[in-house]
T-cell receptor
Framework: GNSVTQMEGPVTLSEEAFLTINCTYTATGYPSLFWYVQYPGEGLQLLLKATKADDKGSNKGFEATYRKETTSFHLEKGSVQVSDSAVYFCALRRATRQLTFGSGTQLTVLP | EPEVTQTPSHQVTQMGQEVILRCVPISNHLYFYWYRQILGQKVEFLVSFYNNEISEKSEIFDDQFSVERPDGSNFTLKIRSTKLEDSAMYFC???????????????FGSGTQLSVL
């Protein structure tokens, strides 16, 4: 079946540090890949997505590249801000509308 | 921006009791979902609902669970007889598109934390 494995958290960084949150997946065929973010007290929001191999999703300074050869979709940001503190979820969708999520990574950015 | 609203934000119940979790999806949306996250575990799909019927459900969504869209605005999840292991954060979501699932954008509510004692 489909599955998503995400980097264990929590992750604590200083402002302006480089962020990587690893995500790998298992799925047949060509799933669509997503990163969702959940800010404190809010629902999950779509951060970025990629629907085919080598696509790069980007939004708000975050990027992730769909790597079919390594079945990965790592999230990166060159310089994090305190306002980026949130829980980040990697997810995939394959064939149906059902999303398969990873377990989430708590990011805390310190000033 | 329009948002999905869930009530209550926290619900406490006794084992064996029925609970109804309520959601108000975005008004022109067509697809509705429930997901849940047990503490420390992954967010799991429960059910999707379209055109007044269930379109997909997971193994978790057994006979103890039901969903309903009783009027034009609410979407509810009922757990008939709660168990301790039903304690989780329950997320409602909705989407507008009729197109392929690939391009669908889901809007999530902020969740209802269900605690079964």
């Amino acid at each position: 079946g489909n599955s998503v494995t995400q980097m264990e958290g929590p992750v604590t960084l200083s402002e302006e540090a480089f962020l990587t949150i690893n995500c790998t997946y298992t799925a047949t065929g060509y799933p669509s890949l997503f990163w969702y973010v959940q800010y404190p007290g809010e629902g999950l929001q779509l951060l970025l997505k990629a629907t085919k191999a080598d696509d790069k999703g980007s939004n708000k300074g975050f990027e992730a590249t769909y790597r079919k050869e390594t079945t990965s979709f790592h999230l990166e940001k060159g310089s994090v801000q305190v306002s980026d503190s949130a829980v980040y979820f990697c997810a995939l969708r394959r064939a149906t509308r059902q999303l398969t999520f990873g377990s989430g990574t708590q990011l805390t950015v310190l000033p | 921006e329009p948002e999905v609203t869930q009530t209550p934000s926290h619900q406490v119940t006794q084992m064996g009791q029925e609970v109804i979790l309520r959601c108000v999806p975005i008004s022109n949306h067509l697809y509705f979902y429930w997901y849940r996250q047990i503490l420390g575990q992954k967010v799991e799909f429960l059910v999707s609902f379209y055109n007044n019927e269930i379109s997909e459900k997971s193994e978790i969504f057994d006979d103890q669970f039901s969903v309903e869209r009783p009027d034009g605005s609410n979407f509810t999840l009922k757990i008939r007889s709660t168990k301790l292991e039903d304690s989780a954060m329950y997320f409602c979501a909705s989407s507008a598109t009729r197109t392929a699932a690939t391009n669908e954008k889901l809007f999530f509510g902020s969740g209802t934390q269900l605690s079964v004692l």
